[in-house]
């Protein structure tokens, strides 16, 4: 064996050893948001031509979300608008970093099962806002999307007790 072979082996082996393996155990997620939390109203809704509502629950580094949409367009065919009001569902993973918090996962269905297919949306769920202000018992929110408020109110506190993946 040549030097570099040897050289191949010294970094295979201390990137190997470099690794550290993560237990199998949900992270601890952000205190503050730990919760249920519910968008009650939405400013100005019936000028709006359509909006949708947000129910949120954090547990750990978890999210669990509701969204019901008031639309006065239909974007779906017939049997899924619904006479526009309509569920979804998604739920997964969040993280917060500085003065944004990043929702990353899968669109359900009502059981938090994933859904594969049918009306609405499916696939990954991916969602970023800016945190405004928060305190012990309101969340407010602006969608990187679109620039809409989420102005949330708690309505369940939850400790967060990891659990296995």
């Not at 064996?1 to 050289?7: A, C, E, S, T, V």
């Not at 709006?48 to 509502?53: A, F, G, V």
């Not at 928060?134 to 407010?140: A, F, N, P, R």
């Given at each position: 064996?040549?030097?570099?072979?040897?050289?191949i082996i010294l970094c295979s082996l201390?990137?190997?050893l470099g690794c550290e393996r993560r237990p199998n155990v949900q992270g601890n997620g952000e205190t503050f948001l730990q919760g249920v939390w519910n968008q009650d109203s939405i400013a100005n809704s019936s000028t709006?031509?359509?909006?949708?509502?947000h129910h949120l629950k954090f547990t750990c580094d978890s999210f669990y979300v509701d969204m019901t949409t008031h639309s006065k367009v239909n974007y779906y065919e017939d049997p899924c608008y619904n006479n526009g009001v309509w569920k979804e569902y998604a739920k997964g993973v969040y993280e917060v970093r500085k003065d944004s918090l990043f929702l990353?996962?899968?669109y359900t269905k009502s059981n938090y099962k994933q859904k594969v297919s049918g009306c609405y949306t499916i696939g990954i769920y991916r969602k970023s806002f800016l945190i405004k202000s928060?305190?012990?018992?309101?969340?407010?929110l602006q969608s990187l999307s679109d620039q809409r408020d989420v102005n949330l109110v708690l309505k369940q506190k939850i400790t967060c007790v990891p659990q296995q993946l």
């Open positions: 064996m040549n030097k570099y072979h040897y050289l201390m990137a190997f709006l031509m359509n909006y949708t509502q990353l996962g899968t928060s305190g012990s018992q309101h969340l407010s």
